[in-house]
């Protein structure tokens, strides 16, 4: 079945410095990739995503490209802030009968100010 | 826009008892999906809703656990009788269309289930 594995937290950062998240998939469709961030306190939302192969999604300074040769869609930043600490999910979707949406078990990012 | 909704936030129940979820999608979602989230992991499918239709259910513990959606706007998710391992976090989300491969999910907060 289809499965996402992401690096075990927490991530404790300074802030102004590099984020990376790693995240690789295996999936019996062609899948699209999606990155979700929790904040305390309130629901998963979307983050950003990637469709296809080479894609790079992109949102609020976070971006991530579809790696099809190394089934990865690794979460970068280039400097964190404080107000980013929170928990990433990657994610897949497949197209097929029966869809079933595949979580990671999330990553907890601190940020220190 | 509200987003989905979900009551209540937190249950502390008695094993064995029942239990009830509400979830309200965003209006003029038709997909919506119910979830479990276990401590430390990410969240897992129990159930997803064309309208009001059950469309995947393949995961959902159907001795104890139930849900409806039956005017495909709100739903509600049962578990009856109550087992401490069902403690978790249970997750609504929607979506506006029906379920392909890039349809993003938008999430309610979870209702954070205690089973004693």
């Known amino acids: 079945g289809d499965s996402v594995t992401q690096m075990e937290g927490p991530v404790t950062l300074s802030e102004e410095a590099f984020l990376t998240i790693n995240c690789t998939y295996t999936?019996?469709?062609?899948?699209?990739l999606f990155w979700y961030v929790q904040y305390p306190g309130e629901g998963l939302q979307l983050l950003l995503k990637?469709?296809?192969?080479?894609d790079k999604g992109s949102n609020k300074g976070f971006e991530a490209t579809y790696r099809k040769e190394t089934t990865s869609f690794h979460l970068e930043k280039g400097s964190v802030q404080v107000s980013d600490s929170a928990v990433y999910f990657c994610?897949?979707?497949?197209?097929?009968?029966?869809?079933?949406?595949?979580f990671g078990r999330g990553t907890s990012l601190i940020v220190h100010p | 826009e509200a987003g989905v909704v979900q009551s209540p936030r937190y249950k502390i129940i008695e094993k064995k008892q029942p239990v009830a979820f509400w979830c309200n999608p965003i209006?003029?979602?038709?997909?919506l999906y119910w979830y479990r989230q276990n401590l430390g992991q990410g969240p897992e499918l129990l159930i997803r809703y064309e309208n009001e239709e059950a469309v995947d259910d393949s995961q959902l513990p159907k001795d104890r656990f139930s849900a409806e959606r039956l005017k495909g706007v709100d739903s509600t998710l049962k578990i009856q009788p109550a087992e401490l391992g069902d403690s978790a976090v249970y997750l609504c989300?929607?979506?506006?269309?029906?379920?392909?491969?890039?349809?993003?999910?938008?999430f309610g907060p979870g209702t954070r289930l205690l089973v004693l």
């Open positions: 990637a469709t296809k192969a080479d």
């Open positions: 209006s003029g979602h038709n997909t």
């Open positions: 994610a897949l979707g497949t197209s097929g009968g029966s869809y079933i949406p595949t």
């Open positions: 999936a019996t469709g062609y899948p699209s």
């Open positions: 989300a929607s979506s506006p269309r029906p379920q392909g491969r890039q349809e993003t999910q938008y």
